[in-house]
């Protein structure tokens, strides 16, 4: 089974509406959203929601203030600046190591089991779809990811599915190294710009850490020929297949606004680019 | 006079970085600009600064002394990230999941377990022209941010207006960033994604107490769901950036805006003064 | 002796499961009289998923681990707890304690099998 994870290193450069341009190019795959920190993939894929559940991870904590004494040695201890001056442990910074409950000399902190977010399993008009969505500050650890990449296995292989599209998250922390593990082909969306390409090597860097194939497509190339250029002769550089060049085309915003992916709202060159890109990576 | 002004934004990619390089350099004489998104900092490609003092970014990890340690294993049990394993007789640590939390050195009866700084990142501050630069850089495969944002931020001015470059999405390491904050500029983008993201930034801004405005960049390319949701919402919008390609390649090629294009410079002189009037009221 | 064959499911004519850390099930077995316990890992721990395993392995006194892939910190942990291990191990978890018992296997690994992270889809 061809697992394909759509990175960027950098925000922004069009991961998203690519991958959902190429799940849309699917026989009989599954989509995946590992993006899990302000996922977007939905709103083009308009999923219909069969089934729904928390995703617990770690904990927090919390002052009994029935036993709390204010003698100030949990907030003493706690490295993540999470408790204030009137004891009070704010959730949003709490980290949930448990350095404070252990350091309470009055057994006055409960650590509580922390929902962080939640994740769905749906079917789009593609296909099956698996998502998450992260709550606000919380750790972005990668658990989320991984849980999402299981359930996309267990899914795939109850339908037989010869493909997984998996758009991934930006950045190279570990979200990112969750989506990369187990994967036989990484995409790298990029943009000709300084940014983009100091941000796609640094990703790139990652991907090869962990022995993963990677090509690269360079998005809205025509702003800038000359940083296309650099890219392309960065990728020749690296022995980087460049697996398609995107132009800047205002229908790609127009397509997205109506909640379409590419292939269904873009003009006929865009839709030519993610053809040759489907081609490069899935053909 | 001293303020903590945040650009931050749900969505990577709407410009984020080239408002607060801007913002900053508009009033140059007079800012601080933090780069605090430490896994992809991109700051300095604009800035161009020269650095003047570097330092490593290290957390603490647990070495352990085994002529003092007596096995019992309480620190292996109270480490929720599994860093330390004891097994038959011996502690091992695996200082690549350490958090740095000091759990294990609370718990230990023996008075074993003594830190030893292991280097996750690097800060780096300098400035260009009348510029104050400050940068913070994860090192590739570190796992753990927020210790780096935090190391960033100790170099925030107590006499000059800092500006923090935050990094995208709504989790942890924006959330660190956000801290202590006196006012967050949300970047956003006239399309579905903008939307979407900017929303959940909201959520978060009201939830942890911050005065926020919006920034829409792009603004003539998508539609006006922005702009009815912060009539909706009440919030104000305290600029809008158009599309122009002129725009896009100044910023590809890694040139400040309001200096390649001189007429976007009362803009964003505009754009600073609403913010420190606001931040003042 | 008290083995450890990691499993896909919780019975014995499960596949074995090719991931350590962060394998579904850890079948605890007596390679004598072949009772079994089963612990349901559920692939492990966000972070530090091999120490983890590592770690419940000693908890439980298991002389031997027989899997497909081990990670160098589960490695480490293993190594240290005198725990010898057994890797590539692949069929069902009954065929994976009918070779152990039959002294039908490669030797045991004298380090790391796989990189760090893997098995994390």
Redesign the interface.
């Known amino acids: 089974m061809k697992?394909i994870v759509v990175i960027s290193?950098?925000?922004?450069?069009g991961k998203?509406v690519l991958s959902a341009a190429l799940v849309s190019l699917m026989k009989n795959g599954v989509a995946v959203d590992c993006d899990v920190?302000?996922s977007?993939l939905h709103?083009l894929l308009a999923p219909d929601i069969r089934r729904e559940e928390e995703f617990r991870?770690?904990?927090t904590a919390r002052i009994n203030r029935d036993l709390c004494d204010s003698c100030g040695r949990c907030r003493s201890?706690c490295?993540?600046?999470a408790i204030s001056e009137h004891d009070e442990i704010d959730p949003?910074?709490c980290?949930?190591?448990?350095?404070c409950a252990?350091?309470c000399p009055r057994n006055a902190v409960e650590m509580t089991e922390n929902v962080s977010g939640r994740w769905f399993i749906s079917e789009t008009r593609f296909g099956p779809f698996v998502h998450a969505r992260?709550d606000?500050?919380?750790?972005?650890?990668?658990?989320l990811v991984?849980?999402v990449?299981?359930k996309a296995?267990e899914l795939a292989q109850e339908r037989s599915a010869s493909v997984q599209i998996i758009d991934g998250s930006?950045?190279?922390?570990?979200p990112v190294?969750?989506s990369l593990?187990?994967?036989n082909q990484a995409l790298i969306v990029t943009?000709?710009?300084?940014?983009g390409l100091?941000?796609a090597r640094?990703v790139i860097?990652?991907a090869r850490?962990?022995?993963i194939p990677v090509q690269v497509v360079i998005n809205?190339y025509d702003?800038?020929p000359?940083?296309a250029q650099t890219i392309e002769v960065f990728c020749r550089d690296e022995s980087i297949p460049l697996a398609g060049k995107i132009a800047f085309d205002?229908s790609v915003?127009s397509s997205?606004?109506a909640?379409q992916t590419l292939m269904e709202g873009a003009s006929a060159q865009i839709r030519q680019a993610v053809r040759e890109i489907w081609e490069s990576v899935a053909g | 006079m001293n303020k903590n002004i945040v650009v931050a934004s749900?969505?990577?990619?709407?410009g984020k970085?080239t408002v607060a390089v801007n913002l900053a350099w508009a009033m140059k004489g007079q800012t601080r600009l933090l780069d605090c998104d430490v896994?992809?900092p991109?700051a300095h490609?604009f800035v161009k600064p020269d650095i003047l003092h570097r330092q490593e970014v290290t957390v603490p990890v647990p070495s352990i002394d085994e002529q003092r340690c007596t096995q019992c294993g309480a620190c292996a049990r109270?480490c929720?990230?599994h860093a330390l394993a004891a097994v038959k007789g011996k502690v091992l640590t695996f200082p690549d999941l350490c958090?740095?939390?000091?759990?294990c050195g609370?718990?230990c009866p023996s008075g074993a377990i003594r830190e030893i700084p292991k280097v996750i990142g690097d800060v780096e501050s300098g400035r260009r022209s009348t510029l104050e630069f400050v940068h913070g850089r994860?090192r590739?495969?570190?796992?753990i941010?927020?210790p780096i944002i935090?190391a960033v931020k100790q170099h925030v001015s107590r006499d000059r207006i800092n500006l923090l470059d935050a990094?995208?999405?709504?989790?942890?390491?924006f959330?660190?960033t956000l801290?202590h904050a006196d006012f967050c500029i949300l970047v956003t983008e006239p399309?579905?994604?903008g939307l979407?993201?900017l929303s959940?930034?909201v959520?978060?801004l009201r939830?942890?107490g911050v005065d926020f405005g919006v920034v829409i960049n792009r603004a003539d390319?998508?539609?006006d769901?922005v702009h009815r949701y912060c009539a909706q919402q009440q919030i104000d919008l305290f600029a809008e950036i158009p599309f122009d390609?002129e725009i896009?390649?100044a910023?590809?090629?890694?040139e400040i805006l309001i200096e390649a294009l001189p007429h976007y410079r009362q803009m964003f002189h505009d754009l600073i003064y609403k913010i420190i009037e606001r931040t003042l009221a | 002796m008290k083995i450890c064959i990691t499993a896909q499911g919780d019975q014995m004519e499960a596949p074995v499961d090719p991931r350590f850390g962060?394998c579904a099930y850890f079948l605890i077995i007596d390679s004598q009289t072949g009772e079994m316990s089963a612990i349901h890992n559920n692939?492990g721990?966000?972070?530090g998923s091999g120490v983890q395993a590592g770690q419940t392995m000693a908890d439980h006194q298991v002389e031997a681990v027989l899997t497909g892939n081990v990670g160098p910190n589960a490695y480490q942990t293993l190594q240290a707890a005198g725990i010898a291990v057994y890797a590539g191990i692949s069929g069902t978890v009954q065929e994976a304690l009918e070779c152990f018992r039959q002294g039908d296997l490669p030797s045991p690994m004298a380090g790391p099998s796989v990189?760090s992270?893997?098995?994390?889809?």
């Open positions: 697992r290193g950098k925000g922004g450069t998203t920190d302000a977007n709103l991870f770690g904990e201890v490295r993540f600046d949003v910074f980290e949930g190591c448990g350095a252990l350091a992260l606000a500050g919380e750790e972005n650890s990668g658990k991984s849980y990449k299981q296995d930006p950045g190279i922390g570990c190294i969750a593990a187990g994967v943009e000709p710009t300084v940014s100091h941000d640094r860097t990652l850490h962990f022995q809205k702003l800038n000359e940083m205002p915003v997205m606004i909640g | 749900g969505k990577g990619g709407t970085t896994e992809e991109n490609l109270a929720r990230y958090h740095g939390c000091g759990a609370i718990v994860s590739v495969g570190n796992a941010t927020p935090r990094p995208p999405g709504t989790s942890c390491p959330v660190t801290q399309t579905p994604f979407h993201d959940l930034s959520d978060v939830q942890v390319l998508g539609s769901m390609r896009a390649s910023c590809a090629t890694g | 962060r692939g721990a966000s972070g990189e992270h893997f098995g994390e889809a």
